[in-house]
T-cell receptor, first 116, second 112 residues
Framework: QKEVEQNSGPLSVPEGAIASLNCTYSDRGSQSFFWYRQYSGKSPELIMSIYSNGDKEDGRFTAQLNKASQYVSLLIRDSQPSDSATYLCAVSRGIILTGGGNKLTFGTGTQLKVEL | SQTIHQWPATLVQPVGSPLSLECTVEGTSNPNLYWYRQAAGRGLQLLFYSVGIGQISSEVPQNLSASRPQDRQFILSSKKLLLSDSGFYLC???????????FGNGTRLTVT
């Protein structure tokens, strides 16, 4: 079982629709959860951070966390063609690296395509 | 505000040649620094991290090495590149605790 699992996609949604991206993780001790957006050929860009159960909204983006079920999701409302990218889910157990530091485990990403 | 600079953006190197990639962070002190690699169609692999000057930890044994000569400078090196070293190399920083990672623009390395 992968530590962080995402459906690779592509997930195709029409412009203006809600895109729902899901991520499951295996480590019950995980404490911090992040969503990154990565355009083709570019570096990952942080979209959302979520640390407690429930929903967190930021503009058109909503992150949802359910620690009991070990899943985190990202909803994108009113999807735009510019949202077409690969979305990476990252999970952290907290400070566990030797000497400090925060080890994030990344999923392989879900490719989202927003169609006109 | 904090910024991270990574260079070069692209690099084509022959097998057996040396490598040096550099990353600097501005606007913060004592950042935790990371080198990741992303192979084509694959996830992000943590290569090295550093929590202070001269402190380097390796996550994956390989022919790469890292150094942190200054607080906000992180260097990835190799004495002899392999074909398998091709990939997208990303430097990242964070300020500790539960803070998220912030990535540089990356270096696309092709070993021929």
């Amino acid at each position: 079982q992968k530590e962080v699992e995402q459906n690779s996609g592509p997930l195709s949604v029409p412009e203006g629709a809600i895109a729902s991206l899901n991520c499951t993780y295996s480590d019950r001790g995980s404490q911090s959860f992040f969503w990154y957006r990565q355009y083709s050929g570019k570096s990952p860009e942080l979209i959302m951070s979520i640390y407690s159960n429930g929903d967190k909204e930021d503009g058109r983006f909503t992150a949802q966390l359910n620690k009991a079920s070990q899943y985190v999701s990202l909803l994108i409302r009113d999807s735009q063609p510019s949202d077409s990218a690969t979305y990476l889910c990252a999970v952290s157990r907290g400070i566990i690296l030797t000497g400090g530091g925060n080890k994030l485990t990344f999923g392989t990403g879900t490719q989202l395509k927003v169609e006109l | 505000s904090q910024t991270i600079h990574q260079w070069p953006a692209t690099l084509v190197q022959p097998v057996g040649s040396p490598l040096s990639l550099e990353c600097t962070v501005e606007g913060t002190s004592n950042p935790n620094l990371y080198w990741y690699r992303q192979a084509a169609g694959r996830g992000l692999q943590l290569l090295f991290y550093s929590v202070g000057i001269g402190q380097i930890s390796s996550e994956v044994p390989q022919n790469l090495s890292a150094s942190r000569p200054q607080d906000r400078q992180f260097i990835l090196s190799s004495k002899k590149l392999l074909l398998s070293d091709s990939g997208f190399y990303l430097c990242a920083w964070e300020t500790g605790g539960d803070s998220p990672l912030h990535f540089g623009n990356g270096t696309r390395l092709t070993v021929t």
